[in-house]
């Protein structure tokens, strides 16, 4: 697993939905006293919306636009900081371009979707599981999996870890 240099480098979390992106972010910013920039909520934020609500009137092309403008803030911050990256962030090649250009170490946490299913019951902002959540997830993971790893530097296991464990593991790449 490459190392992260955890003075300079930004960290970027990808992974599916309920893989705790969120989570084990908000664990690493205060761990490591740095700001973290978590895309749904900086989106809802910004548009005073909803995910769902944006989602509804403006359509997901919409949504993945505001998803880039998030991510691009995160890894252009003048502080290393904390990126807890939407799930559907490795979907556009842009993105994935920006990942892969921007002085970032990106952890995907990897989860079964046996697991995640279990996660995603509480779906107020993950439109996209309303219908068959089970088959959907599958398929998702099945195209994204492999664009997950072709931007990761590390990839972590959330299996049977608490998320202290998981952010432990996080922390032990640090160079
Ligand atoms: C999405 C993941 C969701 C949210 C939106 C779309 C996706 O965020 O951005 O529902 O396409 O994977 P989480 O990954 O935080 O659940």
């Known amino acids: 697993m490459a190392t992260w240099d955890c003075q300079t480098q930004h960290i970027v979390l990808v992974g599916m939905m309920g893989a705790g992106k969120s989570s084990v972010g908000r664990l690493l910013a205060e761990r490591l006293g740095r700001s973290l920039y978590d895309s749904d909520e900086m989106i809802e934020a910004r548009e005073g919306r909803?995910?769902?609500?944006?989602?509804?009137?403006?359509?997901?092309a919409h949504f993945r636009?505001?998803?880039?403008?998030?991510?691009?803030?995160?890894?252009?911050?003048?502080?290393?900081?904390?990126?807890?990256?939407?799930?559907?962030?490795?979907?556009s090649e842009t993105n994935r371009r920006i990942l892969r250009e921007s002085d970032a170490h990106v952890v995907w946490l990897l989860a079964g979707v046996d697991l995640l299913l279990?996660?995603?019951q509480n779906g107020m902002h993950r439109p996209l599981l309303d219908d068959d959540p089970e088959g959907t997830l599958r398929q998702m993971f099945e195209t994204r999996e492999p664009l997950y790893r072709e931007v990761a530097d590390a990839i972590v296991s959330v299996e049977h870890r608490s998320v202290h464990e998981v952010a432990g593991a996080v922390l032990r790449c640090c160079a």
Not at 51 to 59: F, H, L, P, S, Y
Not at 66 to 84: F, H, K, R
């Open 65 to 91: 636009e505001l998803e880039t403008q998030a991510l691009t803030d995160g890894v252009t911050s003048d502080e290393p900081s904390v990126i807890a990256a939407a799930g559907g962030v490795v979907l």
């Open 50 to 60: 909803t995910v769902r609500e944006i989602w509804a009137t403006d359509g997901e």
């Open 118 to 120: 279990g996660r995603v």
